[in-house]
């Protein structure tokens, strides 16, 4: 079936402003996970939905970071005010719901590259 | 703080031998570890996932070991191919979230 897919796959901004990052997981999956990963770098978390749980935002750098997920579905990654700091690839990741051990499992998306200039 | 330490140097080999990466983690106690490959411009690819109780997991060409007294996991792929060529990442997890490691990259050539 369809994989995880996400919007846009490249976005050039202009510091300043704000964008939006969508992400379509795996139909089912009842996880949904972001991260941010830098060049070089390992993946930075940076927030976790679970079912209608209230989701984790604990890896959220700033204020200017927010997500949400609508419907348990699709969610969308906002950044207000991008800095050039911001500028990396935004991977979305989803999960599916789970016997012992695969709730673990991530399928990743092919990641939004954001460039702040 | 959690660390996971995965070696920052490329690991080049000759096709046809084994490759093992090693992953080192310290201040954690993770349930699960988790394997995935990933290549330019993609997202992380799922491997393999070997849990605390499990010593040694297979699959294919695959071999991870996990040592929770070591605090390691190796990984080990036999018969390399060229196309094994990408980055490989360990992750851990003993809640919803995983923590991955910065990645070794592995170039196999002919």
Known sequence: GA???????????????DVEL?????????????????LGQGLEFLIYFQGNSAPDKSGLPSDRFSAERTGGSVSTLTIQRTQQEDSAVYLCA?????RRGSKYEQYF????????? | SQKIEQNSEALNIQEGKTATLTCNYTNYSPA???WYR???????????????????????????????TLKQSLFHITASQPADSATYLCALANTDKLIFGTGTRLQVFP
Not at chain 1, 22 to 38: E, F, K, M, N, V
Not at chain 2, 42 to 62: A, H, M, Q, S, T
Request: hydrophobic share 20%; proline share 9%; aromatic share 8%.
């Open chain 2, 38 to 68: 990933q290549d330019p411009g993609r997202g992380p690819v799922f491997l393999l996932l070997i849990r605390e109780n499990e010593k040694e997991k297979r699959k294919e060409r695959l071999k991870v070991t996990f040592d929770t």
């Open chain 1, 3 to 17: 994989g995880v897919s996400q919007s846009p796959s490249n976005k050039v901004t202009e510091k300043g402003k």
């Open chain 1, 109 to 117: 998306g092919p990641g939004t590259r954001l460039t702040v200039t």
């Open chain 2, 32 to 34: 699960y570890l988790q």
């Open chain 1, 22 to 38: 969508r992400c379509d997981p795996i139909s089912g999956h009842t996880a949904l996970y972001w991260y941010r990963q830098s």
């Open chain 1, 94 to 98: 989803s999960s599916p719901p789970g």
